[in-house]
Every structure is written in structure tokens, then in C-alpha cells.
RNA sequence: GCGCGAUUAGCUCAGUUGGUAGAGCAACCCGUUUACACCGGGAAGGUCGUAGGUUCGAGUCCUACAUCGCGCACCA
């Protein structure tokens, strides 16, 4: 082929591979990413509207999945588009400490090795774990970097840095001092495994198929699945309502033979039991159970711990002391069967026990001395917020979720008995179990006169991460805060609508009296190409990196977003990814033709023609089109517009229709043509450079364009 | 039990306020003439889960049901 006018690189098909690493540290080293050398180099300007996204931290200990890739996408094609429209245009990356599920990681790590935290220093744990976070980090962000993310990295953010720490802490002063984090003893969800007690976000139910006992309890007969709780059960409880059981009386006591010999029990009588259920009647563990619990609280009763924190039996359960509760259950019957006071066993029973969501241990209810958060106040706000407008959802369904979940909010559990996190500034008394928050370390004595000691505990992960708009743009310091929060945007995954929104509502309302955000956009799970969940079991996971490696991120890109609308999973498959490979390929080749077409030296465009005008409006009119889809979070269906644009309007039709008027003689209809097909070339690109940046980048670079700039900081066609 | 979502071409999914059904991939036939075989041309493929209702008109709105998925609650 003879076409000495054109880059070499445009003889070759696309490679993306030679391409994309070169493109990305050419804009890293502009410094566009970041907003203030935008203003200094006149990209935008400080009175320009300020577009922020917060990004949602990745796991600094572990690579990048599909999920983050479609997160990375969908936030940079905004903040490409909004940098490309003009405004001051900012994207904050971070990376995250993520507790609890880093120190499991580290764990199996250690076991791996023989190790167990149990026997390591606290500070040489955390040490560890440091180190290994910190080596990991690097390979993330350089993950992000591949699917071309224009995020600023200067002002890179991670979740234990010493700044964000001191903050955290001082959050937890502030809400002490407000009252909204107090001391208590109340049922937490504890993992045996782990040694550590979890949110109820952090566990999970599963269904379980195991025997149900019916037990002669005195004159009752009582039901329960969980025989080894039953030692210290010395309360029965019926409804008021239950005719069954009217002749006895709340308070009365009753003397009756039980597991280890006689005992005392006393009737209560309490609405909550469910005369359906079993036989009506109840005994209660208040020690390892909720509902149990809050009947205990109500009536005022005793209780007693039965399993100790190694899931082992205390002396309470006399002959079966020390014997681990998994083991314990079917002596216990064989022991009840030879009493008599098995009544009947059901074989087959089925319900749900929640489970650990790491290690699917059976989580052990357990009342423990833990720092709580006030939710409802807090919860109220958010709503107010809500209500008002403020803060809108895409979907709009999520807000019913938002709502019902700040509707039915319960106190949250913020201690956590593992090293790595953010630590718990506070001082507990030996004596009295009293809780003080002591930022300056500084408190010895308490109030009653027993000592002070330091709460080992950590803060649950969420309690950072739900500080994370504000901790990113460098809380409490303002200077960035007033220009850029609240952010516009918070795009994660739809799982987070529980775990992570509502708490970073909650706080920046509490702390800015601002909201985070304005819109939510929650995208949905990126799944295998038969729709199924990737999961390591299945060996179905695919990395994002490997189909970088294969066909180009802007395909991979492209392939998550188009068709994809909010909160709904997507099935990807390596042929989807592969058709947009071909697409990056197409616009190669199209600007190949268009090089050939134009002479490249010394052409100067021309008016057009009137035919030609019309094409080019028919192109301004999908443009606005595209330009209402990308403001109102279309991006499924711009970006497919855009696609269908360039290969069956301007590949397909004009450029066929082109090829008779370039080669044609007459002069003026050849100039205007080869005018708009280097217009309509160079707006593609631009429309297309969000969704595709690298490509589009490379092609801009390629182009005879007078006093050109990158094309990530060209203006967006009106 | 309560709530949410889904049900449209073989597969994965779009379909913005109701106006004669779309895409990608796969499959079929034809074609390597000068942008591109990582291509072009052509043809095929859907009673839009079921049953009612509102309307001149419903994939789109309403009601009920079915199936699948998810979340929440209960599980003594």
C-alpha cells in the first residue's frame, strides 16, 4: 500500500499493548489529573463548578477483581466527561486498611506458616501486617492505573494514615462528649474463630437442617434446637394472653428435676412469645441469645454466661465443664434421654443460623462490655436529608432500601478485639467497667476509684470508612473540604447501600452538617458470562488485568458499560470484551482512512457544503442526545449510542459515500468533505474519549491538529 | 412472613414521559475490488412469564398469580 502521507503506526491494526501504559504516564506527568494545574494551565478555573468523586477505597492488600473494574470505569468516564466539559474536576483515590478482612487474610497467612496471632505481640502483629498491606498497595493502584483512572494522585488517601487516625479518634471524642457513643454490656454477635466481635453487616444466615428436642421442663415441655444453652435456664415464659397456661402465675416458682439435679425456676410472663410457635412456652438463655436477652432487660432477671469465649462450657454446666459446645450436644441428650426428660426429638428441622461471614463459624451470641453508637439521632438526619431532596438514588429504588434501613436501625457496635485498625482511644475501669474517651492518654483514675485501663480494641472498619468523604478531602482541615464536599457523586457497588452509604450520610451530616453526596449511583455485580457469581470455589473468577493483557482496557471498559444499568448485574463474557476490541480496531482504521483521504501538509478546512452541513447537524443532534444521557447517569446508553454512531453512521454510511467525492473532480465538494470527515472524526474522538480513553488519546496524537492539547482536556463538543 | 428486583430473539441484556419491538454475542448464506477479514453484504430469528383491567392504542400504567434472584425478620 502506498500512503506515504500517514503514520506508520496506522499501517499496523490497533495495539493496545504497545499504546496504553505510554498514554497513561504521558497524562500522569501533565498533572491534569489533578485540578489545580487544570486552573493553572487554564483547563478550568476556580470559579468554575467543582466536580468531585470520593472514590470507594479498594482493599490496599490484594489486586484489583472485575467489580473494581467496572467502579474505576463508570467513575472515571465522569470525571473524564466532567474535566472535558470545564469544571473543576476532581477524583480522590484511596486505598483501604479494610480490618477485619485484612487480618484474616494475614491470618491464613500465618497459619499457612504455623503461626497464630495468639502468640504475637500485638505491636509486632500489627507491624506485620503493615509491611504486607503497604508492599500490596502498590500492585493495586498500579491495577487502577491500567484501567486508565484519572484520579489525583497527590492527593491519594489511605485509611491508617497517621493524619486520618488522629481524626477518627477525635470523632469518637466528639461523639463521646455528645453522648452518642456510650458503654454498655449488650449482646454482640461473637465469632469463636476469630475471637472478635462483628456488626451485623459482618455476619451472614444460613440455612441449616438439624434436630429440634422437645425437653420435659417441670410441668412444660420446652423446644429448642440448642440443648447445651439450656443449663443455666431458670426462667419459664408464656404469653399473658396463652389460655393454656393461665393457672400460672407471673413470678411463681416452680421446683422441678433438670439437667444437673433440681432447680428453681420462675414463671414470667411476657407478650414477645409466640403462642404458635413449639409449645408456647419458653425457657430463656438472656446471656446467648437477643430476644432472650431484651426479656431479661425488660423483667429485670439475672444472667449468666453458659459458653465461654472459646465456645467451651463453664463450670455452670457441671459433669460437662470445659467441653466444646459441638461436642457437648449429643452427651447432653444422651444425659437428658436416660433422665427421662426427653420428650421427643424432630429430625428434621429447618432454620437459619447466622454464621461468620469469613469463616462461616456459627456465630455465639454473647454479652460483652463494648462501645456502642447512638444510631437513631444520627439515622434521623439522614432521613431529613433524604426527604429533602438532597440526595438522590440511581436506581431510585435503592432509597426505599436507604430508608428502610435508617428506619430500622439499631445501636451499632463499633469495638472490634483485632490489632489491625484504627485503635480505640479510651480508658475502662477495672472496678466498675465505666468507659472514658482519653485522646491525650492522660486519665488514670475513675470515678469510683478503681483504675483506668486501656481499651485494647479497635474501631470497626466502617467507622473510618463511613468518615470517608470528609477524611479524603483532608478533614478537618477546610481548604479542600469548601471547594469539593459535598461530593456529586458516590458510585460503589450495590451491596455497599447497607454497609456504607448510610453511615457516610450519618457522618458528614454529624461533623460538616453537610450532606456526603448528592447522588448515589450503585452499580450491580459484575458476574461470570453464564451470570453466575464469581467465587474462587467455582474457579470462575477472571481477573481484570488478564483481559487488559488480551484485549486493550478501553475494550474491557467499554464492554462493562454499555448495556449496563445501574444496579443491575452484568454477565461478562471475553466475547463481549472481544467485539469491543474490534471497535477500538474499526476507529484505527477509520482514521486511517481519513489520513489517506486529507492531504496532511498545508490543508486548511473549508466551509461546508450544504449537504455536508446537514450531516454534521444530524452529528450535533445525537451529541446533545448523548450530552442529556451522560448528565443524567445514561452512561449504558451513551456510550452505545456513540458506538453505533461511529460504525453504522460514519464508518458505514458516510465514509462509503465519501470515497466517489474524494476521488471525484470536483474540487469544492472534495475540500468541504474532507472538512467533515475530519470534523466529524475529531468529535467522535472527544465523545468517545471518557468511555474509551486510550485509543481516542492515541488517535488525537496522530492527528494534524494546530495548538492541540491532550484530548482528555479538550472541550466537550457543544 | 415482609420488602425489592427480574421474567423481551439461541445467550446476555437495552427499550427515558404508553404510539406499529432493539443491540451485542452466537448461528446461517455470500463476498477477500484500493480504511478495516479485528471486515463487508444479505437473510433469519420474539403471541415482550400467565390471566385480567385502564386506554383510540400497553413491553411500557393498574390488579392478581407463577417462576427465579436478592435483602430483611423470625426460628425459644
Not at 479518634?169 to 465469632?191: A, H, P, S
Not at 433440681?262 to 411476657?270: A, E, L, R
Not at 467499554?558 to 467485539?579: Q, W, Y
Amino acid at each position: 500500500m502506498n500512503e506515504p502521507n500517514i503514520d506508520p503506526k496506522l499501517l499496523k491494526p490497533y495495539n493496545p499493548k504497545e499504546t496504553e501504559d505510554r498514554i497513561y504516564k504521558i497524562w500522569e506527568e501533565s498533572g491534569f489529573f489533578n485540578p489545580d494545574v487544570c486552573i493553572e494551565k487554564g483547563v478550568t478555573d476556580e470559579k468554575a463548578k467543582p466536580f468531585t468523586i470520593v472514590m470507594p477505597p479498594p482493599n490496599a492488600n490484594g489486586r484489583l477483581h472485575a467489580g473494581h473494574a467496572l467502579f474505576v470505569t463508570l467513575e472515571d468516564i465522569m470525571t473524564r466527561y466532567h474535566r472535558m466539559k470545564g469544571d473543576r474536576t476532581l477524583w480522590v483515590p484511596g486505598a483501604d486498611h479494610a480490618g477485619f478482612e485484612t487480618q484474616i487474610v494475614y491470618e491464613r497467612k500465618l497459619e499457612k506458616e504455623g503461626r497464630s496471632r495468639f502468640d504475637m505481640k500485638p505491636e509486632d502483629l500489627y507491624k506485620e501486617i503493615y509491611d504486607f498491606t503497604i508492599a500490596n498497595k502498590e500492585f493495586m493502584e498500579n491495577d487502577v492505573r491500567r484501567l486508565g483512572a484519572s484520579c489525583d494522585w497527590s492527593r491519594e488517601k489511605f485509611t491508617l494514615d497517621p493524619e486520618i487516625v488522629k481524626t477518627v479518634q477525635q470523632t469518637f471524642d466528639k461523639m463521646f462528649k455528645d453522648g452518642l457513643v456510650y458503654r454498655g454490656d449488650r449482646i454482640v454477635n461473637w465469632c469463636a474463630k476469630h475471637q472478635t466481635s462483628l456488626s451485623e453487616v459482618e455476619t451472614e444466615f444460613e440455612e441449616r437442617t438439624e434436630p429440634y428436642y422437645y425437653l420435659q421442663y417441670g410441668p412444660f415441655v420446652i423446644s429448642t434446637s440448642r440443648p447445651e444453652t439450656k443449663f443455666g435456664d431458670k426462667y419459664v415464659v408464656m404469653n399473658t394472653k396463652d389460655e393454656r397456661y393461665k393457672e400460672y402465675k407471673h413470678g411463681q416458682k416452680i421446683e422441678l428435676e433438670w439437667i444437673n439435679g433440681p432447680i428453681t425456676t420462675t414463671v414470667i410472663k411476657d407478650d414477645s412469645v409466640d403462642m404458635e410457635f413449639g409449645t408456647g412456652i419458653m425457657t430463656i438463655t438472656p446471656w446467648h441469645s437477643q430476644v432472650d436477652f431484651e426479656i431479661a432487660e425488660r423483667h429485670n432477671l439475672d444472667k449468666e454466661q453458659i459458653i465461654d469465649w472459646k465456645g467451651k462450657l463453664l463450670p455452670i454446666a457441671g459433669d460437662f465443664v470445659g467441653i466444646h459446645i459441638s461436642k457437648a450436644r449429643p452427651m447432653i441428650i444422651e444425659k437428658l434421654k436416660e433422665k427421662g426428660l426427653l420428650v421427643k426429638i424432630d429430625e428434621a428441622y429447618k432454620h437459619s443460623v447466622k454464621t461468620c461471614f469469613k469463616c462461616n463459624t456459627i456465630i455465639e451470641p454473647q454479652i460483652k462490655d463494648q462501645w456502642f453508637v447512638k444510631m437513631r439521632p444520627l439515622a434521623d438526619r439522614a432521613l431529613d436529608a433524604v426527604d429533602s431532596g438532597k440526595i438522590k438514588f440511581y436506581p431510585e429504588n435503592y432509597e426505599k432500601i436507604f430508608r428502610y434501613w435508617m428506619t430500622n436501625t439499631i445501636d451499632w457496635n463499633i469495638s472490634r478485639q483485632i490489632v489491625w485498625g484504627i485503635p480505640i482511644p479510651a480508658k475502662i475501669c477495672n472496678i466498675c467497667k465505666k468507659g472514658y474517651s482519653d485522646l491525650k492518654d492522660e486519665l488514670v483514675k475513675c470515678e469510683c476509684g478503681g483504675e483506668l485501663h486501656k481499651d485494647t480494641d479497635t474501631f470497626d472498619t466502617w467507622f473510618s470508612s463511613g468518615q470517608w468523604t470528609l477524611l479524603s478531602l483532608g478533614y478537618p482541615d477546610t481548604k479542600d473540604l469548601d471547594i469539593y464536599h459535598p461530593t456529586n457523586v458516590m458510585e460503589t457497588g450495590r451491596d455497599l447501600i447497607f454497609k456504607w452509604i448510610p453511615r457516610m450520610v450519618i457522618f458528614a451530616l454529624y461533623l460538616r452538617d453537610e450532606v456526603a453526596f448528592h447522588n448515589v449511583y450503585l452499580h450491580g455485580l459484575v458476574n461470570d458470562e453464564k451470570g453466575e457469581k464469581m467465587s474462587k470455589s467455582k474457579g470462575n473468577v477472571v481477573n481484570p488485568i488478564d483481559l487488559i493483557d488480551t484485549f486493550g482496557s478501553d475494550a474491557l471498559r467499554i464492554a462493562l458499560v454499555v448495556g449496563n444499568t445501574p444496579g443491575m448485574d452484568l454477565a461478562l463474557s471475553r466475547d463481549r470484551i472481544k467485539g469491543y476490541k474490534n471497535f477500538a480496531n474499526k476507529l484505527w482504521n477509520i482514521t486511517r482512512f481519513v489520513m489517506s483521504s486529507v492531504p496532511n501538509d498545508n490543508f486548511k478546512k473549508s466551509e461546508l457544503n450544504e449537504s455536508d452541513k446537514k450531516i454534521i447537524d444530524e452529528f450535533n443532534i445525537i451529541i446533545k442526545d448523548i450530552t442529556l444521557d451522560m448528565e443524567n447517569f445514561r452512561f449504558y446508553m451513551a456510550s452505545e449510542k456513540i458506538y453505533h454512531y461511529i460504525w453504522d453512521t460514519f464508518a458505514s454510511i458516510i465514509i462509503e459515500e465519501s470515497k466517489p467525492i474524494i476521488s471525484g473532480g470536483d474540487e469544492k465538494s472534495k475540500i468541504s468533505r474532507q472538512t467533515l470527515l475530519i470534523e466529524i472524526l475529531e468529535k467522535s474522538l472527544k465523545v468517545l474519549h471518557p468511555f474509551m480513553p486510550f485509543v481516542t488519546e492515541e488517535i488525537w496524537s496522530i492527528l494534524p491538529i494546530e495548538n492541540k492539547k491532550l484530548l482528555m482536556v479538550e472541550k466537550w463538543p457543544e
